[in-house]
């Protein structure tokens, strides 16, 4: 019987001390997510900003434009399966350009995530792979900070340029007979990017009045 005591109080004890420990584990997780949650998100906000300059220079809106946006449900011009964002630039009041969410679906490797510039005169502004799993060393070119010509990075092509200069029916690589450049050895990757960026700027300027009178924040 006095064994059976000493166990039972042991194990008891034992609870009691794994309860305690798992108290202040929590207690003490919940502190530093406290303390370090503003610098997650304000570096966050920064990343999205740095990402959100790069296909649509700063000079070109003086709005905030992260407080600026509306959201679309899934769309397929934009490879959107479960809808995305668009944030929408103004300069003086007047709207100035989108900047899309979107996915090229058919990259090599699978999903290319992309964010894409478009101004109010039908104009790429530019592009960016914001993810991607193509072939390191070969497709992964898509992305600027990858591509081995920093001086003339592969996506720059993109910049600037509308239907006007490229007619729709060649939006695509010149390997397929379009416009466009592409690396020998990675067309798949050149090809899905190329493609998405057609796509997208055809629903941007197509939706764009509507986009812009849309009240901010709201699903459209």
Sequence with gaps: MKDRYTATRTSLRTAGIMLLFTLVFTALMAGTYRITAPAIEASELAERMRLINDVLPPENYDNVLLEDFVE?????ELGLDQGGRI?????????????????????YAGRIRLAVGVDTG???TGIRVTAH??????????????????????????????????????WAVR??????????????SARAVTDAAGRALAWANERRDALFAAE????I
Excluded: C, M
């Design 122 to 124: 039908g104009r790429l």
């Design 87 to 107: 944030y929408r630039a103004r300069r003086n009041g007047e709207p100035a350009a989108l900047i899309l969410e979107a996915v090229a679906p058919d990259g």
């Design 72 to 76: 679309v449900g899934p769309v397929a």
């Design 216 to 219: 901010t924040g709201s699903r």
């Design 133 to 170: 799993r193509e072939t390191p060393g070969l497709g992964d070119y898509i992305d600027p900070k990858k591509d081995r010509e920093r001086a003339k990075p592969w996506i720059g092509q993109f910049a600037n340029i509308s239907f006007a200069e490229v007619a729709p029916e060649r």
């Design 175 to 188: 390997r397929d007979g379009g416009a466009f450049a592409y690396r020998i050895g990675a067309t798949i």
